[in-house]
């Protein structure tokens, strides 16, 4: 098996930059849960040799309308690198992703490096600020289509990220009202309790599964905690928003022309 990691990286990779579906690597490999992981670090070791930096992780299928929208229901983590990170405000390019969808989420900072395996369980020390965001994901196979081991090795879909103003962190965070609109339109609604029941736990969660699969976390980190409602195709011209009710609103464009 490993002497097929670097190329199942190549292949999702290449994916990703030509911008054209690939078939599933379940269609003819058998991959394991750890062999996928493994595939999801060489592909990400490819973007930081391009110059890209880790910002961050990302958790999957945290909330079971996510799960359900997609078939997996495991909880998932993946990695965020510079290269995605889109200014709040900014305008994006829709010709730059394959098959683009985009989700609202709720996104903490990291307050320090953290060690999984030192770390005590204090969520509130772990991080120090929240916000609204959206996690634009692209999955890199055809129809959108994939099983455990097919999403975590294609670093579960992350693609790109929006954060809105962070802000300290609240006594609590569940059962506030997560909306996404497309141009001013109402297009998904859910609650933060969705998300693990609390998205305080998503922190938890986080941290665990970075332990688990060598994943480093330092100060300034961005942890998406998962999306609070199925996920929307993006469309172009147009402007998305999140909204989660008492941390406000962000919010981008997308174009068609470049
Ligand atoms: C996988 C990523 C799931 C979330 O927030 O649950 C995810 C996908 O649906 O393509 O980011
Ligand atoms: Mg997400």
């Known amino acids: ?34 062999e996928a992981y493994a595939v999801q670090h060489a592909l990400v070791s490819r973007r930081l040799g391009r110059g890209e930096t880790r910002v961050g992780v990302k958790l999957g299928f945290t909330s079971r309308a996510k799960a359900a929208q997609m078939g997996v229901s495991e909880v998932i983590i993946g990695q965020l ?3 995605m990170h889109v200014e709040e ?26 060690d999984p395996q030192l770390w005590t369980g204090n969520v509130t020390e772990a991080v120090n600020a929240v916000a609204p965001a ?12 994939f099983n455990l081991a097919d999403v975590v ?5 992350a693609s790109g990220f929006v954060v809105g103003a962070w802000q300290p962190l609240p006594a609590s965070l ?38 688990r699969h060598d994943i480093p976390l330092r100060a300034g ?18 402007t998305v ?10 919010r981008f464009r997308v174009t068609s022309v470049r």
Request: charged share 25%; no cysteine; hydrophobic share 45%.
């Open 1 to 34: 098996m490993t002497a097929h990691v670097g190329e199942l990286a190549t292949r999702l990779d290449d994916a990703a930059r030509d911008r054209v579906a690939e078939q599933q690597l379940s269609a003819d490999h058998d991959l394991s849960l750890a």
């Open 81 to 83: 690198t510079s290269r």
């Open 89 to 114: 405000g900014a305008e994006i390019w829709l010709g730059a992703y394959v098959h683009p969808r985009v989700e609202p989420e709720i996104a903490f900072r990291l307050a320090r490096n953290i």
């Open 134 to 145: 959206v996690e634009i994901i692209d999955s890199r196979y055809r129809d959108f289509r």
């Open 153 to 157: 090795a294609d670093n579960t879909s």
């Open 174 to 211: 569940d059962n506030r009202g997560m909306v996404l609109e497309l141009d001013g339109r109402l297009v998904q609604s859910g609650s933060s309790s969705a998300i693990l029941g609390d998205p305080l736990r998503a922190v938890a969660a986080a941290i665990r599964m970075a332990g």
């Open 221 to 238: 980190d961005v942890l998406l905690a998962g999306a609070g409602t199925p996920a929307v195709a993006l469309v172009a011209p147009g």
């Open 241 to 250: 928003s999140a909204t989660v009710s008492g941390l406000g609103r962000v």
